[in-house]
């Protein structure tokens, strides 16, 4: 597509249960990586894919997320058993020539958790 | 431990003037630096980078200056207009295998302008 698309836009739920957070890069970037924007924070680097692996996840705040790709396309991230610290805007982003020359972000995902 | 800090939350300045926003940095292994701008309910947009063998980048309205004595870097943006309110993340890398990798952002400035 002409830009990373992200769904929902923004997801409201329950403490405890579990979310999946979607992504679609831009067709052809290789690269894709996830962070979060908590209210008052930067950025904070969750996970990256370069193809459908991940080299680097060390961002990932926990064992209840995890995150993956498949087709060297779509990326889903996973919150399990989700808490109130969890409460983010979700932005993924795609690049096809490396972290240096700039990401392409989507809008994000608002998550609110009550 | 945060490694990219912009250490003033908001700025406000007025349109025609000049906007100078800082960033510090504490990794010395970082070797490229990006500006990115951000509207509400949007992603951030990427702005402009620099290499840290360059100590100034320019494009347009937009300059950025990088001291890595200081590991102080600054955009500034000249003249100000109103589409220019936003807020502004610095970020960073180091090259090798991050280069593929994640950048480390600031907490990010939110500008102002005023007519």
């Known amino acids: 597509g002409a830009g990373v698309s992200q769904s929902p836009s923004n997801k409201v739920t329950e403490k405890g249960k579990d979310v999946e957070l979607r992504c679609d890069p831009i067709?052809?970037?290789?690269?894709l990586y996830w962070y979060r924007q908590s209210l008052g924070q930067g950025l904070e680097f969750l996970i990256y894919?370069?193809?459908?692996?991940?080299?680097?996840k060390s961002g990932l705040p926990s064992d209840r997320f995890s995150a993956e790709r498949t087709g060297g396309s779509v990326s889903t991230l996973t919150i399990q058993r989700t808490q109130q610290e969890d409460s983010a805007v979700y932005l993924c982003?795609?690049?096809?020539?490396?972290?240096?020359?700039?990401?392409?972000f989507g809008s994000g995902t608002r998550l609110t958790v009550v | 431990d945060q490694q990219v800090k912009q250490n003033s939350p908001s700025l406000s300045v007025q349109e025609g003037r000049i906007s100078i926003l800082n960033c510090d940095y504490t990794?010395?292994?970082?070797?490229?630096f990006l500006w990115y701008k951000k509207y509400p309910a949007e992603g951030p947009t990427f702005l402009i980078s620099?290499?840290?063998?360059?100590d100034k980048n320019e494009d347009g309205r937009f300059t950025v200056f990088l001291n890595k004595s200081a590991k102080h870097l600054s955009l500034h943006i000249v003249p100000s207009q109103p589409g220019d309110s936003a807020v502004y993340f610095c970020?960073?890398?180091?090259?090798?295998?991050?280069?593929?990798?994640?950048?480390?952002f600031g907490a990010g400035t939110q500008v102002v302008v005023t007519p």
């Open positions: 982003a795609s690049s096809s020539q490396g972290a240096n020359y700039g990401y392409t």
């Open positions: 067709s052809g970037h290789t690269a």
């Open positions: 894919f370069q193809g459908n692996s991940a080299p680097d």
């Open positions: 990794n010395s292994m970082f070797d490229y």
């Open positions: 620099i290499s840290s063998i360059k």
């Open positions: 970020a960073a890398s180091a090259s090798g295998t991050d280069s593929w990798g994640k950048l480390q």
